[in-house]
């Protein structure tokens, strides 16, 4: 499986940003999908996965309320979409699918490149 993540960028304090994963070369359908980040310094830590069969969600405590992420299976897309976004969730956002895997403890068999999203003050 092939990951590809997009939509990163520099945005202001306060703003919002939609970040996307396609996948290719696997049955999307039966993979949970989920997003870490990595910020300069830090260890990558988890951000928000969905379950690959009934779309149940998790989230970090971090960014409950603020972040949404979905999938679109006709499109092999997940998406996150970040809203009020402050300049500690400056990272590289990263894309990763574990095939048929918990979505509380999402331990992924692939990772796409990240995209950086950077939030300025």
Request: net charge neutral; aromatic share 10%.
């Amino acid at each position: 499986v092939q990951l590809q993540a997009s939509g990163g960028g520099l945005v202001q304090a306060g703003g919002s940003l939609r970040v996307s994963c396609v996948a290719s070369g696997g049955r999307f359908s039966s993979y949970t999908m989920g997003w870490f980040r990595q910020a300069p310094g830090n260890e990558r830590e988890f951000v928000a996965a969905i379950n690959w069969h009934d779309d149940s969600t998790h989230y970090a405590d971090s960014v409950k309320g603020r972040f949404t992420i979905s999938r679109d299976n006709a499109k092999n897309t997940v998406y996150l979409q970040i809203n009020s976004l402050k300049p500690e969730d400056t990272a590289v956002y990263y894309c990763a699918a574990d095939l048929r895997g918990d979505v509380d403890l999402i331990t992924p068999d692939y990772w796409g490149k990240g995209t950086l999203v950077t939030v300025s003050n």
